[in-house]
């Protein structure tokens, strides 16, 4: 799989807008938060399967971060105006993946947040991203988000016919990906810890 995996990372690597440091839905062109973070965990990835990875791009990533964060230690998509919880998840994932301090004044600021507001259950996008954000984190943190998203996803899986295994969902992207879409968020949430 190496030679697979090194050039995936390459065409990563020469896909990062050399503008702003983002990936675009096109090679090289803008893009946003929501892009930036599937790259940025790709990244680290490689980085902990040995594949080399330019310094560069992540320091591209951490420049567009730059350039969407607000002063709350919030993440917008494209600007910090545009700043919402899912992005803010995102936004701190790819910090603390890019070894920012977990007590950067700005990032544990939004944790706490994020900790206080809870698991969103209308938002798998966001609770996917919150909870690699809490598991990074540690702490009580960490103890009180898994156990209200383990046991609410554990609790909300159907249990009936062709559905049983699966998940509906109330996701603002639920009609575009169904129960699929749900279904692949709610495991990829309870596998954090690998």
């Excluded at 807008?17 to 940025?40: A, F, H, M, R």
């Excluded at 992005?87 to 790819?94: H, P």
């Excluded at 206080?116 to 990074?136: C, I, K, S, W």
Aim: charged share 15%.
């Amino acid at each position: 799989l190496e030679p697979a995996a090194s050039n995936a990372i390459k065409f990563i690597i020469n896909a990062q807008s050399q503008k702003n440091g983002s990936w675009g839905y096109d090679p090289g062109t803008e893009g946003d938060t929501s892009i930036l973070g599937w790259q940025v965990m790709a990244l680290k990835s490689a980085v902990h399967a040995d594949i080399p990875v330019n310094p560069n791009s992540v320091r591209g990533a951490n420049a567009f971060l730059d350039q969407v964060q607000a002063g709350n230690g919030f993440y917008g998509y494209q600007s910090p105006q545009d700043a919402k919880p899912s992005t803010t998840a995102i936004g701190l994932v790819c910090r603390m993946l890019s070894g920012v301090s977990r007590e950067e004044p700005r990032l544990k600021m939004a944790v706490e947040t994020l900790s206080a507001t809870g698991p969103d259950p209308g938002n798998m996008y966001y609770n996917y991203y919150a909870t690699q954000v809490l598991r990074q984190y540690g702490g009580p943190q960490w103890t009180r988000w898994n156990e209200l998203m383990r046991d609410g996803l554990v609790n909300s899986q159907s249990r009936n016919g062709h559905e049983t295994g699966s998940w509906a969902g109330r996701d603002a992207h639920v009609n575009d990906g169904g129960r699929l879409y749900v279904t692949a968020l709610s495991i990829m949430t309870l596998e954090v810890y690998y």
